[in-house]
Protein backbone atom coordinates (compact mmCIF):
# COMPACT_ATOMS: atom_id res chain seq x y z
CA UNK A 1 0.00 0.00 0.00
CA UNK A 2 1.19 3.57 -0.79
CA UNK A 3 1.50 6.23 2.18
CA UNK A 4 -1.78 8.40 2.40
CA UNK A 5 -1.94 11.88 1.24
CA UNK A 6 -2.35 14.56 3.24
CA UNK A 7 -4.15 17.81 2.24
CA UNK A 8 -5.50 21.05 3.76
CA UNK A 9 -9.34 21.34 3.68
CA UNK A 10 -9.74 24.06 1.45
CA UNK A 11 -13.27 23.33 -0.60
CA UNK A 12 -16.76 22.65 0.26
CA UNK A 13 -16.37 19.09 -0.69
CA UNK A 14 -13.08 19.16 2.22
CA UNK A 15 -15.12 20.29 4.62
CA UNK A 16 -18.20 17.79 3.46
CA UNK A 17 -15.57 14.70 4.07
CA UNK A 18 -14.61 16.71 7.36
CA UNK A 19 -17.84 16.68 8.20
CA UNK A 20 -18.39 12.62 7.66
CA UNK A 21 -15.29 12.06 9.56
CA UNK A 22 -16.26 13.93 12.55
CA UNK A 23 -19.19 12.04 12.60
CA UNK A 24 -17.49 8.49 12.61
CA UNK A 25 -15.16 9.76 15.40
CA UNK A 26 -18.44 10.81 17.50
CA UNK A 27 -19.89 7.58 16.52
CA UNK A 28 -16.46 5.29 17.25
CA UNK A 29 -16.45 6.97 20.94
CA UNK A 30 -20.56 5.66 21.38
CA UNK A 31 -20.64 8.93 23.35
CA UNK A 32 -22.91 12.03 22.77
CA UNK A 33 -20.65 14.72 22.29
CA UNK A 34 -23.62 17.68 22.46
CA UNK A 35 -21.62 19.15 25.84
CA UNK A 36 -19.02 20.21 23.40
CA UNK A 37 -21.73 21.60 21.13
CA UNK A 38 -20.76 19.16 18.23
CA UNK A 39 -23.17 20.15 16.04
CA UNK A 40 -22.91 23.48 15.74
CA UNK A 41 -18.87 23.02 15.25
CA UNK A 42 -20.50 20.19 12.54
CA UNK A 43 -22.45 22.90 11.07
CA UNK A 44 -19.65 25.73 11.10
CA UNK A 45 -16.57 24.13 10.06
CA UNK A 46 -15.88 26.24 7.13
CA UNK A 47 -15.67 29.19 9.30
CA UNK A 48 -14.36 27.73 12.43
CA UNK A 49 -11.12 25.76 10.96
CA UNK A 50 -10.01 28.44 8.53
CA UNK A 51 -7.27 30.18 8.56
CA UNK A 52 -5.94 31.81 10.64
CA UNK A 53 -7.73 30.13 12.81
CA UNK A 54 -7.78 26.64 12.86
CA UNK A 55 -7.15 24.41 10.13
CA UNK A 56 -8.27 20.96 9.61
CA UNK A 57 -5.85 18.10 7.60
CA UNK A 58 -7.70 15.32 5.89
CA UNK A 59 -5.75 12.05 5.04
CA UNK A 60 -7.01 9.91 1.74
CA UNK A 61 -5.61 6.24 0.47
CA UNK A 62 -4.13 5.53 -2.94
CA UNK A 63 -7.88 5.11 -4.04
CA UNK A 64 -8.35 8.64 -2.69
CA UNK A 65 -10.50 7.64 -0.19
CA UNK A 66 -11.10 9.91 3.01
CA UNK A 67 -9.80 7.62 5.99
CA UNK A 68 -8.24 10.14 8.00
CA UNK A 69 -8.62 13.94 10.11
CA UNK A 70 -6.94 16.18 12.41
CA UNK A 71 -7.55 19.67 13.10
CA UNK A 72 -6.37 22.94 15.21
CA UNK A 73 -8.36 25.52 16.79
CA UNK A 74 -6.55 28.70 18.01
CA UNK A 75 -7.32 28.72 21.59
CA UNK A 76 -5.56 32.68 22.07
CA UNK A 77 -2.31 34.40 20.59
CA UNK A 78 -0.17 31.61 21.40
CA UNK A 79 -1.95 28.68 21.82
CA UNK A 80 -3.92 25.86 19.55
CA UNK A 81 -5.74 22.93 20.30
CA UNK A 82 -5.61 19.68 18.93
CA UNK A 83 -9.08 18.68 17.59
CA UNK A 84 -11.16 15.44 16.31
CA UNK A 85 -7.63 13.34 15.48
CA UNK A 86 -9.55 10.75 13.97
CA UNK A 87 -8.31 7.57 11.39
CA UNK A 88 -11.18 4.94 10.27
CA UNK A 89 -10.70 1.94 12.10
CA UNK A 90 -9.93 -0.13 8.76
CA UNK A 91 -6.98 2.27 7.76
CA UNK A 92 -5.84 3.27 11.61
CA UNK A 93 -2.16 2.87 12.90
CA UNK A 94 0.19 4.43 15.03
CA UNK A 95 2.11 5.27 11.44
CA UNK A 96 -0.78 6.79 9.95
CA UNK A 97 -1.54 8.53 12.69
CA UNK A 98 1.79 9.73 13.46
CA UNK A 99 1.99 10.61 9.78
CA UNK A 100 -1.39 13.32 10.16
CA UNK A 101 0.37 14.50 13.89
CA UNK A 102 3.52 15.38 12.29
CA UNK A 103 1.81 17.38 9.19
CA UNK A 104 0.18 19.39 12.17
CA UNK A 105 2.99 19.93 14.39
CA UNK A 106 4.12 21.22 11.24
CA UNK A 107 1.86 23.41 10.57
CA UNK A 108 1.31 24.99 13.78
CA UNK A 109 5.00 25.85 14.63
CA UNK A 110 4.94 27.59 11.16
CA UNK A 111 2.55 29.89 12.20
CA UNK A 112 4.58 30.69 15.30
CA UNK A 113 1.98 28.92 17.85
CA UNK A 114 3.97 28.56 21.79
CA UNK A 115 1.76 25.34 22.44
CA UNK A 116 -0.36 22.61 21.52
CA UNK A 117 -3.35 21.44 23.83
CA UNK A 118 -5.03 18.69 23.59
CA UNK A 119 -8.41 17.08 25.41
CA UNK A 120 -8.77 12.83 24.83
CA UNK A 121 -11.32 11.14 26.62
CA UNK A 122 -10.16 7.97 28.26
CA UNK A 123 -10.63 5.57 25.34
CA UNK A 124 -8.55 7.48 22.53
CA UNK A 125 -5.32 4.99 24.10
CA UNK A 126 -3.49 5.19 20.63
CA UNK A 127 -4.08 9.13 19.89
CA UNK A 128 -3.03 9.50 23.55
CA UNK A 129 0.02 7.15 23.01
CA UNK A 130 1.14 9.14 19.70
CA UNK A 131 1.27 12.09 21.49
CA UNK A 132 2.93 11.24 24.38
CA UNK A 133 5.65 9.57 22.28
CA UNK A 134 5.93 13.27 20.47
CA UNK A 135 6.37 15.05 23.73
CA UNK A 136 3.04 15.91 24.35
CA UNK A 137 2.92 15.91 28.59
CA UNK A 138 0.09 15.90 31.15
CA UNK A 139 -1.32 20.09 31.75
CA UNK A 140 -4.57 20.90 33.84
CA UNK A 141 -7.76 21.17 31.95
CA UNK A 142 -8.07 23.84 29.66
CA UNK A 143 -11.97 23.32 29.30
CA UNK A 144 -14.83 21.67 30.60
CA UNK A 145 -15.61 18.19 30.69
CA UNK A 146 -17.74 15.91 32.17
CA UNK A 147 -16.22 12.65 30.85
CA UNK A 148 -14.59 11.29 34.27
CA UNK A 149 -11.00 10.16 33.49
CA UNK A 150 -10.13 12.78 30.52
CA UNK A 151 -6.35 13.71 29.44
CA UNK A 152 -5.45 16.89 29.06
CA UNK A 153 -1.94 16.93 27.53
CA UNK A 154 0.42 20.09 25.97
CA UNK A 155 3.30 20.11 23.85
CA UNK A 156 5.69 23.06 23.97
CA UNK A 157 6.64 24.60 20.81
CA UNK A 158 9.70 26.70 21.96
Known amino acids: MDDPSIRVA ?8 ARVLFLDYADSYGLDFGYLDFEFELSTLEQLYQSPNGLIYLMS ?3 EKDMGVAAVKQIDEQNIELKRLYIASK ?4 ESTMM ?3 KILEAVAQKGFRSINAHFIPEMHEAVAVCRSLGFTDCPPFK ?11 LDLG
Open 10 to 17: STTQDFDA
Open 144 to 154: YDHVHGSIFLK
Open 91 to 94: YRSS
Open 61 to 63: NED
Open 100 to 102: LMD
